[in-house]
Every structure is written in C-alpha cells, then in structure tokens.
C-alpha cells in the first residue's frame, strides 16, 4: 500500500466520496463517519476495514475512487469548484 489513511488529507477522501456519492443520501458520509467511530472507537484499525464499510453502505462501487485515493502512487486532480 501506498500510504495509509492518516497520510492522505481524510478531509479530501471525503470531499471526493461525497461527490462520488452525490445521487445518494446527502447524509452517506456522515453516516458512514458515525458507524466507523461508534464501531472501532480506541481501536487499530486498517484502511481496508474503512474501504469496506463504506462499500457496504454505498450503493455503487467505490473502488475505484479508493484506488486512486489510497493506492495510487499520485493522487489525483482536484476536481474544479462546482
């Protein structure tokens, strides 16, 4: 693995998960935020345990977007103001 979580900007995965998530429930993210810290609160955990819950609570694929988010050597452009 590229680099972990801590070492990507959280703030920027979640800014590029919740335009990924834009057709589905404004409130995903934040949903997916609370289960993980009600989940593993005082826990180790790993970047894939992150990328799964959010995959199960997401109604399409986000492989992709954690590919080049997390594993990507680069990251990847900013997408422009909307």
Sequence with gaps: MVGSLRQRPAATIAARTRAKLA??????????????????????????????????????????????WLHAPRLPELPGPR
Excluded at 24 to 32: E, G, K, N, S
Excluded at 34 to 50: C, D, P, S
């Design 23 to 68: 057709d589905q429930p404004q409130d995903l993210l934040v949903a997916v935020l609370r289960e993980w810290t009600a989940t593993y609160r005082h826990a180790t955990v790993t970047t894939e345990e992150f990328t799964a819950l959010a995959g199960r609570r997401a109604a399409q694929p986000l492989d992709a977007l954690f590919t080049a």
